[in-house]
């Protein structure tokens, strides 16, 4: 089971989307995780046969993506995710394996598998217009998986969820990635940081980084820095320094900065999060 982006690159009149990117994923989850104009859409797109590169190659196991049989193996979940509002949950999933070309028979059973893996269980027989958005999403991931895909695509969808509904999506996809290729594409750092296996971070069409979590914090280890200082010398450092946050104290003004050198005489060091990585490369305030 293997995915192969081979120099992809793919381009909008003068916007590079994905720029010349070269993957190879296996099975597991991975956690695409990018600002808006990244790049990440487009890349999903590419992956799911929907666009096709400009230059460059997709391939799993040695298939193009644009081909029927990969089609087969493919879950896709968009980041508009469409329903019908005055079907059940139960009729909108028998109405998709229909689509599918499923027996009857094997559509009622997998359906209700996927809306007990779904949580959803309890409303099989209730119209999708009345569910919050969060149990909609959980839908969506049951559809994305009636074929029983090998590869699964999932496009932002925790975007707009309550934090409780967030962690229930979340538990549902970590262990989707057991038997299959997952690849989640967000801006919500936590997501990634609780569910992925592997971290793509993605930047201006590129992947600038590709590891484990511990891997890719790797590249701000020992450059994170705390202090609580007054206002002069806050707007001075934040002049300097990428500042991951900054809040308002009695004592002065608490800064947690990026910088190779210990920025002020009482700063001290922290450990880096995936949190910082993000807000270093995406707040537009530093290169590395």
Known sequence: MELIFDRVTK?????????????????????????????????????????????????????????EAYRDILGYLPQQFGYYPDFSAMDFLMYLGSLKGMPKKRASEKSRELLELAGLSHVAKKKIKTFSGGMKQRLGIAQSLLNNPEVLVLDEPTAGLDPKERVKFRNIVSKLGNDRIVL????????????????????????????????????????????????HAAERLMG??????????????FLRLVCGEKPAEHAVQAA?????????????????
């Open 11 to 67: 381009q909008y009149k003068e916007k590079i989307a994905v720029d010349r990117v070269s993957l190879s994923l296996t099975q597991g989850v991975y956690g695409l995780l990018g600002a808006n104009g990244a790049g990440k859409t487009t890349l999903m797109r590419l992956m799911c046969g929907v666009l096709r590169p400009d230059s460059g190659e997709i391939l799993y196991n040695g298939t193009k993506v644009e081909e």
């Open 184 to 231: 989640l594409s967000t801006h919500i750092v936590s997501d990634v940081e609780h569910i992925a296996d592997v971290i793509l971070l993605m930047k201006d069409g590129a992947i600038i980084h590709k590891g484990s979590l511990e891997e890719i914090i790797q590249a701000i280890e020992g450059k994170v820095w705390e202090c609580t200082v007054d206002s």
């Open 240 to 253: 300097q320094y990428p500042a991951l946050n900054v809040r308002e104290e009695k004592e002065g003004t």
């Open 272 to 288: 880096a999060t995936l949190e910082d990585l993000y807000l270093y490369y995406f707040s537009g305030e530093g290169q590395m």
